[in-house]
């Protein structure tokens, strides 16, 4: 029975064995590793998985796509959810984890945001949209540099492997897409508990991304001009420099002493 992608679920299929085997070798489980697959599709990715680890757990929201995944990967534990609303961490239980998957292009953002919540696992390897790629790996200054950038770049290391051009997948998108990996820090320099309030001051200071800093924290903050002007004289940072042009590190900083 042929599959037929769904449009209102942003299905994009991608079938060339010589991608999906690169993706598959990008994550690179190891033995001890379980592998989490969100949104198998029709199971390109899955194959090429499976081959790969010894328990490899699916998310697929479409239910006419689970019982044909069910079938042909017996050994594969094929879990019909939204991904958005499943808890991932009960899903792998204990032990080292690893995530991958061809993820749509409207629901990006926040399945990296997912993938990258605590208890983090040991690699992420996603195919996004090429733009997505180019604002997850960009630098400061640039047009693409964003807060996604920023958000991403304080808890793992950012790796662009290749390109796909968008002829590879069915039905074709209209952009080519690309093969990220993200490998959670060690010791990132943000406590679990603190990334929330983070991101929310970066997306907040980003809304004023073209002003000068002094004048896009007080919008954003409500503290007066003098105390601004301090606290970025106490970090270093020009009060004529710009959200865009700030580089992690200094997020960072303006984000610990606005919390003193």
């Not at 899903?91 to 993938?115: M, Q």
């Not at 390897?125 to 630098?139: F, G, M, P, T």
């Not at 200071?205 to 002003?211: E, H, N, Q, V």
């Not at 106490?234 to 710009?242: A, C, H, L, P, Y």
Request: charged residues 25%; positive net charge; proline residues 9%.
């Amino acid at each position: 029975m042929a599959t037929h992608p769904k449009k209102r679920l942003g299905q994009h299929f991608l079938s060339d064995p010589r991608i999906l085997a690169r993706i598959a070798d990008a994550v690179a489980p190891a033995p001890e590793e379980t592998v989490l697959e969100i949104g198998p599709g029709p199971g390109g990715l899955t194959e090429a998985l499976a081959k790969r680890t010894k328990r490899l757990i699916c998310i697929e929201k479409d239910r006419d796509l689970v019982p044909a995944l069910r079938q042909r990967f017996p050994a594969v534990e094929v879990v019909e959810a939204d991904a958005l609303k499943t808890d991932w961490h009960e899903l792998v239980g204990a032990g080292p984890f690893v995530i991958a998957g061809n993820i749509p292009y409207n629901i990006t953002s926040p399945l990296i945001d997912l993938a990258l919540s605590p208890p983090r696992p040991r690699r992420v390897v996603y195919l996004v949209q090429k733009e997505v790629a180019e604002r997850i790996s960009a630098k400061p200054g640039g047009a693409e540099y964003g807060a996604l950038t920023v958000g991403v770049s304080t808890v793992a290391r950012v790796e662009r492997l290749f390109t796909v051009p968008a002829g590879a997948f069915h039905p074709r998108p209209a952009v080519d897409s690309a093969v990220v990996r993200l490998t959670p820090l060690d010791s990132p320099p943000l406590a679990d508990e603190e990334v929330a309030s983070f991101r929310r001051f970066v997306v907040g200071l980003f809304g004023f991304r073209r002003k000068q800093l002094i004048r896009g924290i007080r919008e954003l903050t409500g503290l007066p001009a003098e105390r601004v002007a301090a606290m970025l004289e106490q970090v270093g940072i020009s009060k004529e420099k710009r959200p865009q042009e700030l580089t992690s590190a200094q997020f960072l900083a303006l984000h610990a002493v606005l919390r003193m």
